[in-house]
């Protein structure tokens, strides 16, 4: 099994619409969380970062964690054709864990106009 | 802004041939990391370095191996390249006190034939 895991999708949705992505993990370590954007022909860039539960908001996108359930969710409100991308969860302990993420395989979002 | 560049956007070589693939980073990061990606597999951590000469192997260093002679360079060996090593790879740099975000590279695509 492994640590994170992720729906791969795909997932089309039209331009507006509320888009919810979702990540499991199984690790009772990991205390950061984190969401990753990665556009065709690009490396990921981060988009969220969160510490242990709660959710945090930034702009139309919301990371949310819930480590009683070891669940991670990101919500896109309003979305655009421009956040057509794949994302990606990933989470770490923390520690003398040398950075070392642990991602999921991504899910990839088309909005459509 | 952190830069991470990698040596190739596209590469393709010879079963046997020994590759070489180069990441620079220019923000005295301490953390390094080589991915590759595959479609429904997600990022998959071949290996990773902590420290000049320093290297960890991650989950999947068969038929690869690292240098790390410079801080701010990080290369990734094939020594005998094969073809189910085509692929895209990645690489990303980190720094502890940052919270251990990791910028990534745009990415190599590898085709061995």
């Known amino acids: 099994q492994k640590e994170v895991e992720q729906d791969p999708g795909p997932l089309s949705v039209p331009e507006g619409a509320i888009v919810s992505l979702n990540c499991t993990y199984s690790?009772?370590?990991?205390?950061?969380f984190m969401w990753y954007r990665q556009y065709s022909r690009k490396g990921p860039e981060l988009l969220m970062y969160t510490y242990s539960s709660g959710n945090k908001e930034d702009g139309r996108f919301t990371a949310q964690v819930d480590k009683s359930s070891k669940y991670i969710s990101l919500f896109i409100r309003d979305s655009q054709p421009s956040d057509s991308a794949t994302y990606l969860c990933a989470s770490f302990a923390g520690g003398t864990s040398y950075g070392k993420l642990t991602f999921g395989q991504g899910t990839i979002l088309t909005v459509h106009p | 802004d952190v830069k991470v560049t990698q040596s190739s956007r596209y590469l393709v070589k010879r079963t046997g041939e020994k590759v070489f693939l180069e990441c620079v980073q220019d923000?005295?990061?301490?953390?390094m990391f080589w991915y590759r990606q595959d479609p429904g597999l997600g990022l998959r951590l071949i290996y990773f370095?902590?420290?000049?000469?320093?290297?960890e192997k991650g989950d999947i260093p068969e038929g690869y191996s690292v240098s790390r002679e410079k801080k701010e360079r990080f290369s990734l060996i094939l020594e005998s390249a094969s073809t189910n090593q085509t692929s895209m790879y990645l690489c990303?740099?980190?720094?502890?006190?940052?919270?251990?975000?990791?910028?990534f590279g745009p990415g190599t695509r590898l085709t061995v034939t």
């Open positions: 690790n009772s370590a990991f205390q950061y």
């Open positions: 923000m005295d990061h301490e953390n």
């Open positions: 370095s902590y420290d000049v000469k320093m290297k």
């Open positions: 990303a740099s980190s720094l502890e006190s940052l919270g251990n975000e990791q910028y």
